[in-house]
C-alpha cells in the first residue's frame, strides 16, 4: 500500500509514535501472520523434496525461503519494538518484492510444492503459487508499515485494489456480453463470417465492452465528461508519447534478456498466434490498435481507474495498483501454457503498463498513453510477420 497525498482519514504520524499504538499494532500482527505464512508456504517444496536434477530450482526456493525469512524477522522486529518503523518497513517490503520475485521464478522454472488444505474434498494448492500472492501481501503491508497506515487505511486501499480488478473483470464481461449481442445480427446478414470479418466484430465488442464499462464507472461515481482528460496533443506531450514509446520497448528488450539469461519462458498472446498463422488479419489489427485497443484500454484503465485511484493513493501509487489490475486482466490472452509461462508474460504486462501509467501522470492527458499503447502493439504484430 502507499501513502496518500493528504486525502486519507488519518494524518501520517511519526512510525517511533505509533509503535505502541493498538491500531499499528493491528498492522504489524497483520504483517507479521502474512510473512510467518509466506515462509511456511515457500519452504515447503524443500521438505517434500526437489526432484533430482532440479539444482537451480532448489536454489530458487531456499533463496525465496531466506527472502520471506528476512520479512518475516523485519515484522517480527517491528512488533516488539526491536526496529523502528522507517526501518522494518523497507525490509519488510523490500524482502517481500525478492520473495516475489523468486517464487515467480521458481513456478517459471516448474518448481511448485504443494499444501494440503484442512477441508476435506479440496485439492491441495501449489505453494509456490501461494507463496507469490503472500509475497505481495508482504509487500503491501511493508509499504503499510513504512507510511504509518493506520488499519482502516489499509483496508480501505485494499478495497480499492479490488475494485480496480472487479472494474478490469467487467470489461472483461462487457466485451463477451457485446460480442454475442452483435454476432446475432451480423450472423443473420451476413451469413458465415471470414476470419477477418470475426476479427472487426470483435474489435468492435471490445470498444463497446470497455466504453460502457468506463461511461458506467463515470455514472456510479457522478461524475461528467469533464473528468475526461482529452485535449489536442502539445508539442510536450509528443514528446512524451515518444519518449514513452521508446521505453515501452527498451523495457521489452531488457523483460526478453532477463528471461532469456535465467532460463525462463512466456506464453504468447493470443493475437500474435492469430497473426502467425493468417497474416491477412493484419489490415483489421493495425488499425484497431490505434483506433480501438489502445484508447479504450487507456481510457478505462488510465483515465478512469487511475485517476479515480489518485483520491486514496498517492499518484504513483495509483500508477502501481492500476498496473495489478491491468496484468491481472490480460491473463486471459495470454493462457496458451502453463502457469509459469503465464506469470512471466503478466509481469511483463505489468512493468509496461507502469510506463503507461507514468506518461498518462505526467501528461493529464488521455491520447498520449493511447497513442504509444496503439503504436506500441502495431509494431509488435507487424513484427511477427516480418520476421
Keep these: 500500500m502507499t501513502e496518500t497525498t493528504g486525502t486519507g482519514d ?12 493498538s491500531d499499528a499494532g493491528v498492522v504489524q500482527l497483520l504483517g507479521l501472520v502474512v510473512a510467518t505464512l509466506t515462509l511456511v508456504t515457500a519452504a515447503v517444496p524443500l521438505g517434500q523434496g526437489m526432484e533430482p536434477g532440479a539444482d537451480i530450482d532448489a536454489l530458487a526456493v531456499v533463496a525465496t525461503t531466506l527472502a520471506a525469512l528476512f520479512a518475516t524477522v523485519a515484522f517480527l522486529g517491528r512488533r516488539f519494538a526491536l526496529l523502528r518503523g522507517r526501518t522494518s518497513g523497507p525490509l519488510a517490503a523490500g524482502s517481500g518484492l525478492v520473495t516475489l520475485l523468486l517464487s515467480g521464478y521458481a513456478i517459471n522454472r516448474g518448481a511448485t510444492g504443494a499444501v494440503d488444505l484442512p477441508v476435506p474434498g479440496l485439492e491441495p494448492i501449489p505453494s509456490m503459487a501461494a507463496t507469490f500472492v503472500l509475497g505481495a501481501a508482504v509487500v503491501g503491508l511493508g509499504v503499510a508499515d513504512a507510511a504509518s497506515l493506520s488499519a482502516h487505511e489499509v483496508k480501505r486501499r485494499t478495497l480499492r485494489l479490488v475494485e480496480a480488478i472487479a472494474v478490469g473483470v467487467l470489461g472483461l464481461l462487457a466485451i463477451a456480453i457485446a460480442m454475442n449481442l452483435l454476432a446475432v445480427p451480423a450472423f443473420a446478414l451476413l451469413g458465415d463470417l471470414s476470419e477477418l470479418q470475426l476479427q472487426l466484430l470483435s474489435y468492435l465488442a471490445f470498444a463497446v465492452g470497455l466504453g460502457s464499462v468506463a461511461a458506467g464507472y463515470l455514472a456510479w461515481y457522478d461524475r461528467d465528461r469533464s473528468f475526461l482528460d482529452l485535449a489536442v496533443p502539445t508539442l510536450r506531450d509528443a514528446g512524451w508519447t515518444i ?11 531488457a523483460g526478453s534478456w532477463v528471461m532469456s539469461a535465467t532460463g525462463m519462458e512466456a506464453a504468447d498472446h493470443g493475437t500474435i498466434l492469430a497473426v502467425e498463422e493468417n497474416p491477412e488479419l493484419l489490415w483489421v489489427i493495425l488499425p484497431a490498435m490505434f483506433l480501438v485497443v489502445g484508447p479504450f484500454e487507456e481510457l478505462l484503465y488510465r483515465n478512469v481507474v487511475q485517476k479515480s485511484l489518485y483520491e486514496t493513493f498517492s499518484r504513483y501509487g495509483a500508477v502501481v495498483v492500476t498496473s495489478v489490475a491491468f496484468a491481472l486482466v490480460h491473463a486471459q490472452a495470454y493462457a496458451t501454457a502453463g502457469a509459469g509461462l503465464l506469470l512471466a508474460s503478466l509481469a511483463m504486462v505489468f512493468g509496461l503498463s507502469l510506463v503507461l501509467g507514468t506518461i498518462y501522470e505526467r501528461t493529464e492527458n488521455l491520447l498520449v498513453p493511447a497513442i504509444a499503447h496503439g503504436a506500441f502493439n502495431a509494431v509488435q504484430f507487424t513484427m511477427v510477420v516480418l520476421w
Design 10 to 21: 488519518d494524518p501520517a504520524a511519526d512510525p517511533e509514535t505509533t509503535v505502541g499504538s
Design 243 to 253: 519518449a514513452g514509446l521508446i521505453v515501452l520497448f527498451v523495457v521489452l528488450l
